[in-house]
């Protein structure tokens, strides 16, 4: 890898870099990935020198690394390469500093960790100092706009300086191990991928519980809601990742034309079928792990006591095409749910014909691929029960495909490691194109008129719980149930 590199974290003082950035940074020295001359400048608008900025980051790693992963060798490489720069993004001047700091010939990558609002004046800003050039990439973190008119803003104005080639837009989730195991699953098992479609495939459900709130983040929060912070980016992309095609090859651009193809297959939800597809939840007061826990009206900093913000979505969504046509995905986001899970349950459709008696109906071959807790992939399946008392009596058992176990790590590295890694190669693989963002905005942005028109409101559910019951409504008509609630 060209270790030439030069990392500019913009809002390096701010809640991700302290929670994700810095740490994934500091893991990958540990591990010997990060070449010898890499350079990294924290810039934030704080008056505090670069010696203080190290000790803050010190002080910061030493909290959020786990004990076992300390290792002050590592830390004290790590901190030869780090710099402060006092930045002012909103004055043009200050950006002059940041040149001085920068060296000729290296690639540099700015990383944009501040609110959207700032990447078309930060990358102007940029580019008036002379601090970009055609090697420069930037990395910009969702949400990118808040609909696809601004979402085409923000990515044209970053355009107007950098080509598509060198802005690496984020989705946490496909630097999650388990995503990117869901390439290999499909696409080096014959035997996965062969029954991989409508055929054999009876519905696929996309859950991502969490049992934290909004964590403070209200105003921004409440301006953004579930659908727009967790569908439009981070459970389409999973989607997409279930129901591409296979690419011609793993090139980034072969990988990121297959994703775009399912968004623009997507089956719109609009006025006519809005009731019936989709459920917007808001959570009320309730219990978490025998605590109480306040309602989205009452958390720390709300504005309003009448605020319709959907805390929780359920929608069914189908794809119009060819190896999907007729098959539901269903898919579930929400805060203050029962429990922290993100899964893709893919469900298979029962044989033709039955011939075991005591086999239930509801029984049937399960895929669970989950991200979270304990990432692995889980096949459930049926055997003969060893008994001489029975014929031929079945019971459920699980193949566990656990890849951790069997990879030596001590500890699966989080996604922001591997995003890093990539954005230094200079690989877009992970990365989200302009193509899938306005995608997936277009497909959102007919959700939301239709909810809009049809004046869906919220239904109130329980911190604690696994949504509004109308949520197990959507998917019961069908004759089908939730994953695990
Ligand atoms: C972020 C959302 O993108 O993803 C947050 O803005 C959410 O609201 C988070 O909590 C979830 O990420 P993870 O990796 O914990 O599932």
Redesign the pocket.
Known sequence: MNSNIDLVLFGARGDLSARKLFPALYQLDRAGLLGDSVRIAGLAREAISSSEFIEKTHENLKKVVSKSAWDEAAWQRFSRRLTYIKVDFSQKKDFLALKGWLVEKRTVIYYMATPPSLYGSISKHLDAAGCVDSLSRIVLE??IGHDLKSSRDVNSTVGEFFSERNIYRI???LG?ETVQNLMALRFANRMINSQWDNTCIDHVQIT?G?I?G??G?WSY?DK?G?LR??IQ??LLQLLCMVAMEPPNSLQADEIRAEKVKILRALSPIDRDNVLDQSVRGQYSAGWIDGQPVVGYMEEQGSESNNSDTETFVALKAYIDNWRWAGVPFYLRTG?RMKA?V?EVVITYKDHPHAIFPDKDSGAKNRLIIR??PNEGIELEMFSKKQSLKERLSLEKRTLNLDFFDSSGESRIAD?YERLFLEVMKGDQWLFVSREEIEASWRWCDTLIDAWTDKKVATKSYGAGTWGPSKADMLIEKDGRSWHGS
């Open positions: 969702k949400p989705d946490h989730y999650k991502a969490e934290v909004i964590e983040r929060y953004v579930q912070d967790m980016n981070h805060k922290k993100t991200l979270q996604a």
